[in-house]
Protein backbone atom coordinates (compact mmCIF):
# COMPACT_ATOMS: atom_id res chain seq x y z
CA UNK A 1 0.00 0.00 0.00
CA UNK A 2 2.68 2.57 0.62
CA UNK A 3 4.10 1.45 -2.82
CA UNK A 4 0.66 2.59 -4.48
CA UNK A 5 0.50 5.69 -2.00
CA UNK A 6 4.27 6.68 -3.85
CA UNK A 7 2.98 5.99 -7.20
CA UNK A 8 0.32 8.47 -6.92
CA UNK A 9 2.13 11.15 -5.28
CA UNK A 10 4.45 11.12 -8.47
CA UNK A 11 1.23 11.15 -10.57
CA UNK A 12 -0.12 14.09 -8.96
CA UNK A 13 3.14 15.95 -9.03
CA UNK A 14 3.26 15.21 -12.47
CA UNK A 15 0.05 16.47 -13.19
CA UNK A 16 0.38 20.29 -10.99
CA UNK A 17 3.56 20.47 -13.20
CA UNK A 18 1.64 20.20 -16.52
CA UNK A 19 -1.46 21.91 -15.54
CA UNK A 20 0.65 24.84 -14.10
CA UNK A 21 2.06 25.46 -17.78
CA UNK A 22 -1.49 25.68 -19.64
CA UNK A 23 -5.41 26.51 -18.16
CA UNK A 24 -7.04 23.85 -20.85
CA UNK A 25 -6.71 20.40 -19.98
CA UNK A 26 -4.84 18.25 -22.55
CA UNK A 27 -5.26 14.63 -23.13
CA UNK A 28 -2.03 13.79 -21.13
CA UNK A 29 -3.44 15.57 -18.27
CA UNK A 30 -6.91 13.28 -18.79
CA UNK A 31 -4.82 10.34 -18.77
CA UNK A 32 -2.90 11.76 -15.45
CA UNK A 33 -6.59 11.88 -13.63
CA UNK A 34 -7.39 8.86 -14.70
CA UNK A 35 -4.69 7.18 -13.44
CA UNK A 36 -4.79 8.74 -10.39
CA UNK A 37 -8.60 7.71 -9.98
CA UNK A 38 -7.93 4.10 -10.59
CA UNK A 39 -4.98 4.44 -7.96
CA UNK A 40 -7.06 5.49 -5.33
CA UNK A 41 -9.66 3.00 -6.16
CA UNK A 42 -7.07 0.35 -5.95
CA UNK A 43 -5.90 2.06 -2.62
CA UNK A 44 -9.36 1.61 -1.36
CA UNK A 45 -10.02 -1.82 -1.97
CA UNK A 46 -6.64 -2.85 -0.63
CA UNK A 47 -7.26 -1.00 2.34
CA UNK A 48 -10.73 -2.67 2.63
CA UNK A 49 -9.20 -6.02 2.15
CA UNK A 50 -6.62 -5.80 4.68
CA UNK A 51 -9.25 -5.23 7.32
CA UNK A 52 -11.31 -7.66 6.22
CA UNK A 53 -8.53 -9.96 6.66
CA UNK A 54 -7.37 -8.42 10.22
CA UNK A 55 -10.78 -9.37 11.12
CA UNK A 56 -10.68 -13.40 9.59
CA UNK A 57 -7.41 -13.56 11.65
CA UNK A 58 -9.23 -12.39 15.01
CA UNK A 59 -11.75 -14.69 14.36
CA UNK A 60 -9.13 -17.78 13.75
CA UNK A 61 -6.91 -16.69 17.04
CA UNK A 62 -6.80 -19.20 19.69
CA UNK A 63 -7.67 -16.90 22.72
CA UNK A 64 -7.89 -18.15 25.98
CA UNK A 65 -8.86 -17.34 29.69
CA UNK A 66 -6.83 -18.84 32.01
CA UNK A 67 -8.57 -18.61 35.72
CA UNK A 68 -5.92 -18.61 38.55
CA UNK A 69 -5.87 -19.74 42.20
CA UNK A 70 -3.74 -16.77 43.80
CA UNK A 71 -3.43 -19.01 46.89
CA UNK A 72 -1.70 -21.67 45.06
CA UNK A 73 -0.97 -19.78 41.73
CA UNK A 74 -3.16 -23.19 40.33
CA UNK A 75 -4.51 -22.86 36.79
CA UNK A 76 -7.64 -24.63 38.04
CA UNK A 77 -9.58 -23.61 34.12
CA UNK A 78 -8.89 -22.80 30.91
CA UNK A 79 -11.90 -21.20 29.30
CA UNK A 80 -12.17 -20.93 25.50
CA UNK A 81 -14.50 -18.11 24.72
CA UNK A 82 -14.84 -18.84 20.92
CA UNK A 83 -15.89 -22.42 21.58
CA UNK A 84 -18.75 -21.29 24.44
CA UNK A 85 -19.83 -18.76 21.88
CA UNK A 86 -18.34 -15.33 23.19
CA UNK A 87 -18.22 -14.31 19.75
CA UNK A 88 -21.63 -15.46 18.05
CA UNK A 89 -24.01 -14.76 21.49
CA UNK A 90 -22.61 -12.77 24.44
CA UNK A 91 -25.94 -13.01 26.44
CA UNK A 92 -25.89 -16.70 26.18
CA UNK A 93 -21.86 -17.11 26.84
CA UNK A 94 -22.27 -14.65 30.15
CA UNK A 95 -24.67 -17.34 31.51
CA UNK A 96 -22.71 -20.17 31.00
CA UNK A 97 -20.14 -18.56 32.75
CA UNK A 98 -22.25 -17.06 35.51
CA UNK A 99 -23.45 -21.03 36.33
CA UNK A 100 -19.83 -22.04 36.57
CA UNK A 101 -18.78 -19.38 39.10
CA UNK A 102 -21.89 -20.08 41.11
CA UNK A 103 -21.14 -23.88 40.98
CA UNK A 104 -17.82 -22.64 41.50
CA UNK A 105 -18.05 -20.83 44.86
CA UNK A 106 -21.12 -23.08 46.10
CA UNK A 107 -19.82 -26.34 44.94
CA UNK A 108 -22.20 -29.49 43.76
CA UNK A 109 -22.86 -32.66 44.95
CA UNK A 110 -19.50 -33.89 42.83
CA UNK A 111 -17.19 -31.17 44.05
CA UNK A 112 -17.52 -28.52 47.55
CA UNK A 113 -17.33 -25.08 46.46
CA UNK A 114 -14.58 -22.40 47.52
CA UNK A 115 -16.86 -20.50 49.75
CA UNK A 116 -16.08 -21.94 53.39
CA UNK A 117 -17.90 -21.44 56.50
CA UNK A 118 -15.68 -20.07 59.38
CA UNK A 119 -14.36 -22.60 62.26
CA UNK A 120 -13.79 -20.40 65.13
CA UNK A 121 -10.93 -20.60 67.46
CA UNK A 122 -11.25 -22.53 70.73
CA UNK A 123 -9.20 -22.99 74.12
CA UNK A 124 -7.82 -26.45 74.60
CA UNK A 125 -7.48 -27.99 77.79
CA UNK A 126 -3.75 -26.37 78.43
CA UNK A 127 -5.07 -22.60 77.60
CA UNK A 128 -3.55 -22.99 74.33
CA UNK A 129 -5.33 -21.75 71.20
CA UNK A 130 -6.79 -24.23 68.76
CA UNK A 131 -7.01 -22.59 65.51
CA UNK A 132 -9.85 -23.47 63.52
CA UNK A 133 -10.38 -21.91 59.90
CA UNK A 134 -10.78 -18.82 58.26
CA UNK A 135 -14.01 -18.01 56.66
CA UNK A 136 -13.74 -18.18 52.63
CA UNK A 137 -15.60 -16.45 50.16
CA UNK A 138 -15.07 -16.54 46.31
CA UNK A 139 -17.68 -13.85 45.01
CA UNK A 140 -18.67 -15.40 42.02
CA UNK A 141 -20.16 -11.97 40.07
CA UNK A 142 -17.33 -10.71 40.21
CA UNK A 143 -15.50 -13.69 39.14
CA UNK A 144 -17.64 -13.71 36.17
CA UNK A 145 -17.03 -9.88 35.40
CA UNK A 146 -13.47 -10.48 35.27
CA UNK A 147 -13.62 -13.53 32.89
CA UNK A 148 -15.98 -11.73 30.37
CA UNK A 149 -13.71 -8.76 30.16
CA UNK A 150 -10.61 -10.90 29.42
CA UNK A 151 -12.92 -12.99 27.18
CA UNK A 152 -12.35 -10.11 24.37
CA UNK A 153 -8.15 -10.97 24.13
CA UNK A 154 -7.31 -13.64 26.13
CA UNK A 155 -5.36 -13.56 29.35
CA UNK A 156 -5.22 -14.51 33.17
CA UNK A 157 -8.28 -14.15 35.80
CA UNK A 158 -7.41 -14.35 39.35
CA UNK A 159 -10.10 -15.86 41.78
CA UNK A 160 -11.36 -13.13 43.67
CA UNK A 161 -11.28 -14.77 46.88
CA UNK A 162 -11.84 -12.91 50.28
CA UNK A 163 -10.64 -14.27 53.24
CA UNK A 164 -12.05 -13.37 57.25
CA UNK A 165 -9.96 -14.26 60.04
CA UNK A 166 -11.43 -14.06 63.79
CA UNK A 167 -11.63 -10.23 65.06
CA UNK A 168 -9.71 -11.37 68.79
CA UNK A 169 -6.52 -10.70 70.40
CA UNK A 170 -4.61 -13.74 71.50
CA UNK A 171 -3.65 -11.95 74.26
CA UNK A 172 -6.53 -11.67 75.82
CA UNK A 173 -7.79 -15.04 75.28
CA UNK A 174 -6.75 -16.20 79.11
CA UNK A 175 -9.52 -13.57 80.68
CA UNK A 176 -12.57 -14.45 78.19
CA UNK A 177 -14.16 -16.70 80.85
CA UNK A 178 -14.06 -14.14 83.53
CA UNK A 179 -17.32 -12.90 83.40
CA UNK A 180 -20.74 -15.04 82.83
CA UNK A 181 -22.69 -12.45 80.43
CA UNK A 182 -25.78 -14.62 79.54
CA UNK A 183 -27.02 -18.64 80.21
CA UNK A 184 -29.60 -21.13 79.77
CA UNK A 185 -30.02 -24.37 81.61
CA UNK A 186 -32.42 -27.31 80.29
CA UNK A 187 -32.74 -30.69 81.49
CA UNK A 188 -32.43 -34.71 79.98
CA UNK A 189 -32.74 -38.28 81.39
CA UNK A 190 -29.59 -39.45 81.84
CA UNK A 191 -30.83 -43.13 82.22
CA UNK A 192 -31.07 -42.55 78.19
CA UNK A 193 -27.38 -44.03 76.99
CA UNK A 194 -27.68 -42.65 73.22
CA UNK A 195 -29.42 -39.66 74.05
CA UNK A 196 -26.94 -38.54 77.30
CA UNK A 197 -23.57 -39.58 74.86
CA UNK A 198 -24.73 -37.39 72.09
CA UNK A 199 -25.75 -34.16 74.33
CA UNK A 200 -22.40 -34.82 76.13
CA UNK A 201 -20.69 -35.05 72.86
CA UNK A 202 -22.06 -31.84 71.42
CA UNK A 203 -21.88 -29.55 74.24
CA UNK A 204 -18.30 -30.68 74.40
CA UNK A 205 -17.87 -29.32 70.65
CA UNK A 206 -18.94 -26.08 71.57
CA UNK A 207 -17.44 -25.78 75.10
CA UNK A 208 -14.11 -23.16 74.90
CA UNK A 209 -14.89 -21.79 71.51
CA UNK A 210 -14.02 -18.31 70.59
CA UNK A 211 -16.31 -16.07 69.04
CA UNK A 212 -14.64 -13.12 67.83
CA UNK A 213 -16.11 -9.38 66.97
CA UNK A 214 -18.46 -10.19 63.99
CA UNK A 215 -17.52 -13.78 63.78
CA UNK A 216 -20.41 -15.73 61.97
CA UNK A 217 -20.80 -19.09 64.04
CA UNK A 218 -22.51 -22.13 62.28
CA UNK A 219 -23.44 -25.19 64.58
CA UNK A 220 -22.99 -27.84 62.39
CA UNK A 221 -19.89 -26.50 61.01
CA UNK A 222 -18.62 -26.25 64.85
CA UNK A 223 -19.64 -29.91 65.59
CA UNK A 224 -19.15 -31.53 62.01
CA UNK A 225 -20.25 -34.75 61.35
CA UNK A 226 -22.84 -36.14 63.92
CA UNK A 227 -22.09 -39.73 63.15
CA UNK A 228 -21.09 -43.09 64.62
CA UNK A 229 -17.42 -42.49 62.99
CA UNK A 230 -17.60 -39.22 65.39
CA UNK A 231 -19.07 -41.27 68.89
CA UNK A 232 -23.27 -40.24 68.42
CA UNK A 233 -25.59 -43.39 69.18
CA UNK A 234 -28.93 -43.68 68.08
CA UNK A 235 -31.52 -41.88 70.31
CA UNK A 236 -34.68 -40.82 69.34
CA UNK A 237 -35.16 -37.77 67.33
CA UNK A 238 -37.78 -35.62 65.17
CA UNK A 239 -38.27 -36.33 61.69
CA UNK A 240 -41.30 -34.89 59.41
CA UNK A 241 -43.47 -34.32 62.84
CA UNK A 242 -42.91 -37.94 64.46
CA UNK A 243 -40.08 -39.44 66.47
CA UNK A 244 -37.84 -41.78 65.54
CA UNK A 245 -34.85 -43.27 66.38
CA UNK A 246 -31.63 -41.57 64.43
CA UNK A 247 -28.27 -41.14 64.68
CA UNK A 248 -26.95 -37.95 66.74
CA UNK A 249 -30.87 -37.97 68.25
CA UNK A 250 -30.24 -35.15 70.93
CA UNK A 251 -27.29 -32.70 69.76
CA UNK A 252 -30.81 -30.49 69.15
CA UNK A 253 -30.75 -30.23 72.69
CA UNK A 254 -27.58 -28.70 73.01
CA UNK A 255 -28.34 -25.97 70.05
CA UNK A 256 -31.66 -25.33 71.59
CA UNK A 257 -29.62 -24.31 75.02
CA UNK A 258 -27.28 -22.34 73.28
CA UNK A 259 -29.78 -20.31 71.08
CA UNK A 260 -31.97 -19.13 74.52
CA UNK A 261 -28.64 -18.30 76.28
CA UNK A 262 -27.20 -16.33 73.57
CA UNK A 263 -30.74 -14.84 72.66
CA UNK A 264 -29.75 -12.60 76.06
CA UNK A 265 -27.46 -10.94 73.88
CA UNK A 266 -27.83 -8.50 70.81
CA UNK A 267 -27.05 -11.26 68.49
CA UNK A 268 -27.75 -11.67 64.64
CA UNK A 269 -29.52 -14.54 63.29
CA UNK A 270 -28.61 -15.87 59.96
CA UNK A 271 -30.34 -19.11 60.10
CA UNK A 272 -32.86 -20.83 62.68
CA UNK A 273 -35.28 -23.05 62.22
CA UNK A 274 -38.22 -25.06 64.86
CA UNK A 275 -38.77 -28.81 65.46
CA UNK A 276 -41.24 -30.26 63.33
CA UNK A 277 -43.18 -31.58 66.98
CA UNK A 278 -42.99 -30.35 69.88
CA UNK A 279 -40.11 -30.39 72.59
CA UNK A 280 -40.24 -30.77 76.10
CA UNK A 281 -37.02 -29.44 77.05
CA UNK A 282 -37.22 -25.64 76.29
CA UNK A 283 -40.84 -23.69 75.53
CA UNK A 284 -42.96 -23.67 72.75
CA UNK A 285 -41.01 -22.14 69.61
CA UNK A 286 -37.65 -21.39 71.84
CA UNK A 287 -35.76 -24.47 69.79
CA UNK A 288 -33.29 -24.95 67.10
CA UNK A 289 -33.02 -27.86 65.54
CA UNK A 290 -30.05 -28.94 63.53
CA UNK A 291 -29.37 -31.30 61.21
CA UNK A 292 -25.75 -32.15 59.69
CA UNK A 293 -25.79 -31.69 55.88
CA UNK A 294 -29.17 -29.90 56.16
CA UNK A 295 -30.82 -27.28 58.58
CA UNK A 296 -28.80 -25.42 60.55
CA UNK A 297 -27.97 -22.72 63.33
CA UNK A 298 -26.16 -19.86 62.59
CA UNK A 299 -26.09 -16.37 64.14
CA UNK A 300 -23.27 -13.23 64.27
CA UNK A 301 -21.49 -12.30 66.87
CA UNK A 302 -22.33 -8.34 66.55
CA UNK A 303 -22.35 -7.52 70.21
CA UNK A 304 -18.81 -5.69 69.69
CA UNK A 305 -16.82 -8.01 72.50
CA UNK A 306 -15.24 -11.46 71.92
CA UNK A 307 -16.94 -14.08 73.65
CA UNK A 308 -16.31 -17.36 74.86
CA UNK A 309 -19.28 -20.09 74.80
CA UNK A 310 -18.78 -22.60 77.49
CA UNK A 311 -20.78 -26.25 77.76
CA UNK A 312 -21.19 -28.54 80.94
CA UNK A 313 -23.10 -31.50 80.79
CA UNK A 314 -23.65 -33.30 84.61
CA UNK A 315 -26.65 -35.51 85.82
CA UNK A 316 -29.04 -34.93 83.45
CA UNK A 317 -28.40 -31.06 83.21
CA UNK A 318 -27.17 -29.20 80.55
CA UNK A 319 -25.90 -25.61 80.47
CA UNK A 320 -24.17 -23.56 78.40
CA UNK A 321 -22.75 -20.12 79.03
CA UNK A 322 -22.04 -16.93 77.20
CA UNK A 323 -18.93 -15.25 78.65
CA UNK A 324 -16.25 -12.50 78.34
CA UNK A 325 -13.32 -10.32 80.07
CA UNK A 326 -14.42 -7.99 82.75
CA UNK A 327 -13.45 -5.40 80.92
CA UNK A 328 -15.60 -6.49 77.80
CA UNK A 329 -18.33 -6.51 80.40
CA UNK A 330 -18.26 -3.01 81.12
CA UNK A 331 -18.15 -2.10 77.55
CA UNK A 332 -21.72 -4.04 77.32
CA UNK A 333 -23.41 -2.35 80.22
Not at 318 to 328: D, H
Request: hydrophobic share 35%; proline share 3%; aromatic share 6%.
Amino acid sequence: MGKLMGIIGSIVLASLLVLSGCSEKTTREKDLEKQVADLQKQVKEEKKSQEHKTEEQMLKEDIFVKVVDPTNKEVIKTIDPKKLGYKTDQVNYKNKIEKWARNLARGTEKRPGYDQRMIPDRIGTNGQIIKGRPRRILEETELAERVMKASAKGGTVNLPLYVTESEYQSAEVQTLGEVVVASYTTYYNAGVAGRTRNIELSAKAINNVILGVDDLFSFNTTLGPSDTAHGYQPAEEAVNGKLVMGIGGGICQTSSTLYNAIDKLSVKYIEKHHHSVSVGYVPKGRDATVSYGGVDFRFQNTIGVPLLLKGYTKNGVLTVEVRTSKKYKAQMS
